[in-house]
């Protein structure tokens, strides 16, 4: 059985860095899925997606939020997706999933997490003074 594991999450300062790790297990070779992306969900907010890549072409799509601060990247095995997160901000806190679709979403319905039926459990990133 495929499973999302998440870690990487804490407490970090405004400006700080952290990066996120999502570990892909029980695949039998490769990446099982099209697309992976990072959603987050704030406190009393919905969720919402953050970044995106799809492992074929590695090609990465970002929120506005958080373009320019933040990287997601697959590591060489396909087995591990990241997040480096960088000038962190207060507003950027929230409960962080990775989530994944063997096939790919239509376009206007990449960043809408009914369109994922794989997701890790979260990690909480908190950005505070």
């Known amino acids: 059985q495929v499973q999302l594991v998440e870690s990487g999450g804490g407490s970090v300062q405004p400006g700080g860095s952290l990066t996120l790790s999502c570990v892909v297990s029980?695949?039998?070779?490769?990446?099982?899925?099209?697309?992976m992306t990072w959603f987050r969900q704030p406190p009393g907010k919905e969720r919402e997606g953050a970044a995106l890549?799809?492992?074929?072409?590695?090609?990465?799509h970002y929120a506005d939020s958080v373009k320019g601060r933040f990287t997601i990247s697959l590591d060489n095995a396909n087995n591990t997706l990241l997040l480096q997160m960088n000038s962190l901000k207060p507003e950027d806190t929230a409960v962080y999933y990775c989530?994944?679709?063997?096939?790919?979403?239509?376009?206007?319905?990449?960043?809408?997490?009914?369109?994922?039926?794989?997701w890790g459990q979260g990690t909480q990133v908190t950005v505070s003074s």
């Open positions: 890549i799809y492992t074929r072409t590695r090609a990465s």
């Open positions: 989530a994944a679709n063997p096939r790919s979403p239509p376009l206007g319905q990449r960043w809408s997490p009914d369109r994922y039926n794989y």
């Open positions: 029980g695949a039998a070779s490769g990446s099982p899925f099209h697309i």
